[in-house]
């Protein structure tokens, strides 16, 4: 039945957000245990924390066969992260860059979006491809843990937290995500199915959304409370860890097969990574601000606008 569809659907994202921010709580309070900087720890525990979501829906349909929800679901997100999330942000907060953004974090992203859609043009990522980013990921956790060494003295309170509570919010968080997702994953499809819909479409849009919300609110609440570099180094980590550590797991499980509505998909994940890079200027501010986040936002609408007229049509 559609509507059981609908609700186990809705119960699916709920445990998926839910899972997520139990498991950030937890991982971030071990990270603040070893004195990372804010940025780090946007970019690494709380950017992989919440990338989370579309790791158990992408794998979970990586061992189902749906190559094109593991593909979609991925550049969805990143489409979404960019644009939506960091245009809502701006919205509430002008967010400043720093010049290690500009010089290393914002190219770091640029490039690894280019690598993606080197290796889509083929019509496939393939288990080769997949070592190779999932190498890449590790080497970006090496690199981020190195250069973000910074005792924060506001964050010694994290310490506070026992270690009781920290296993068992990260076996909560793994919990929530690994039933949420399986949950997520078979009624999405089975709602596609019902309106006649594609997968692909269906991953790109309202799949993508939904796991990317643990971003939104951790993005929001940073901003809210002043944390830029928190809001920025969630965003670029996600989308960094969504292509090396997400598409690189699931094409080790099985190849996956690019489709044409995800190789577009693709192209505008390399452009978004783009549009992040450029927003950093004028060097003078190194500012996303309001209008930029606004843009931002209509590029969002354009490009969802665009995807359901082609998939209505095909």
Known sequence: MIVTDILLFILGAALVVFGADWLVDGASAV???????????GATIVGIGTSMPEFVVSSIAAFQGN???AIGNVSGSNIFNTLLILGITALILPLSFTRSNVRTDLPMNLGVSAALLLMAIGGTVGRVEGGILMIGFIAYLIYNFKQGKEVREE???AKEMSVWKILLLLAAGFGGLIWGGNLFVEHATNIARYLNVSDAVIAIT?????????????CVAAA???REQMAIGNIVGSNISNILLIIGFSALVTPLTVQSVNLVSIISVLICAVLLLLSAFPLKTLKLTRLKGLI???CYAA?????????AAA
Do not use: C, H, Q
Not at 206 to 218: D, H, K, N, R
């Open 224 to 226: 809210a409370k002043g």
């Open 31 to 41: 990270a603040r245990r070893f004195g990372l900087s804010e940025y780090v720890i």
């Open 67 to 69: 190559a094109d929800i």
């Open 155 to 157: 964050e010694e309170s």
């Open 303 to 311: 490009y969802i606008w665009l995807i359901i007229r082609n998939g």
């Open 296 to 298: 931002f936002i209509l």
């Open 206 to 218: 309202i799949m993508a959304g939904g796991t990317s919300l643990p971003e939104l609110a951790v």
